[in-house]
């Protein structure tokens, strides 16, 4: 069964994300990491290619010809990814693929917006008996 994480109180989705992506490859965990849309995408490929600023982390989009040999694939559309290690949503809705994955992390911002969203999502998996951990990230980077 997915274990499924949420990070709350991060001030950037996206660096946090990047961050996370860097524990994961130098763990040699495979990551997709769902955005929200083709913006989003973009976004999150020109992160990866500066964050963190002394190392680099090997990424494509889903689509891509290398995504077979690439730890860290980034799409919009969840159906192109090709391995299940762990998943990481900045997308606003619950991923429909996240069960296919041995890890989920949820990552919430501040915004109130963004915070309601993620609630529904937290209880959808609680509600269907998923493991669930919940990490502070207030005045952490």
């Given at each position: 069964m997915t274990r499924i994480d949420f990070y709350t109180?991060?001030?950037d989705r996206f660096r946090f994300a990047?961050?996370?992506?860097?524990?994961?490859?130098?763990s040699?965990?495979?990551?997709?990491?769902?955005?929200a849309d083709e913006d989003a995408t973009e976004?999150?490929?020109?992160?990866?290619?500066?964050?963190?600023?002394?190392?680099?982390?090997p990424h494509v989009r889903a689509d891509s010809?290398?995504?077979?040999?690439?730890?860290?694939?980034?799409?919009?559309?969840?159906?192109?990814?090709?391995?299940?290690d762990l998943l990481i949503n900045l997308s606003d809705d619950r991923p429909a693929v996240f069960a296919r994955f041995k890890r989920l992390i949820e990552i919430v911002?501040?915004?109130e917006a963004d915070v309601?969203?993620?609630r529904?999502?937290?209880?959808?998996?609680?509600?269907?008996?998923?493991?669930?951990a919940t990490h502070d990230m207030t005045g952490r980077k």
């Open positions: 109180h991060v001030e990047c961050k996370l992506c860097t524990k994961a490859v130098a040699r965990l495979r990551v997709a990491v769902l955005t976004r999150l490929d020109r992160l990866l290619w500066s964050l963190p600023a002394i190392s680099f982390v010809a290398l995504a077979a040999v690439t730890p860290v694939l980034i799409h919009h559309d969840p159906t192109g990814f090709l391995h299940d911002s501040t915004d309601l969203r993620a529904e999502r937290f209880r959808f998996y609680r509600d269907r008996g998923y493991a669930l």
